[in-house]
């Protein structure tokens, strides 16, 4: 079992910036992050495996930015220029390829002004 310790988040205005971070127990493939809105589904945002390959959500393109330490099992989501549509609760995914089998507790990120 893996655990998976999130930090980050909260209140910032449009156009600004947040930073996340996961620290999981063990060593993962791929980490990950997901975000749900209220009234919608999880969907991911982004996520990279430990070779460093990126994926993201097209709506983040150009003003996210996903990187991780693999040596300290660390993963980052910088978060630029940021819109009300970002507001969510984002969570930490991890486990091997495919869906994610371990998850944060998740953090509030809430953009508005």
């Known amino acids: 079992q893996v655990q998976l310790v999130e930090s980050g988040g909260g209140l910032v205005q449009p156009g600004g910036s947040l930073r996340l971070s996961c620290t999981a127990s063990?060593?993962?493939?791929?980490m990950g992050w997901y975000r749900q809105a209220p009234g919608n589904l999880r969907v991911l945002v982004a996520r990279?495996?430990?070779?460093?390959?990126?994926d993201y959500r097209d709506s983040v393109k150009g003003r996210f930015t996903i990187s991780r330490d693999n040596a300290k099992n660390t993963m980052s989501l910088q978060m630029d220029n940021l819109v009300p549509e970002d507001t969510a609760v984002y969570y930490c995914?991890?486990?091997?390829?495919?869906?994610?089998?371990?998850w944060g507790q998740g953090t509030q990120v809430t953009v508005s002004s």
């Open positions: 995914g991890a486990g091997p390829p495919g869906p994610p089998i371990y």
């Open positions: 063990g060593n993962i493939d791929f």
């Open positions: 990279i495996n430990s070779g460093g390959s990126t």
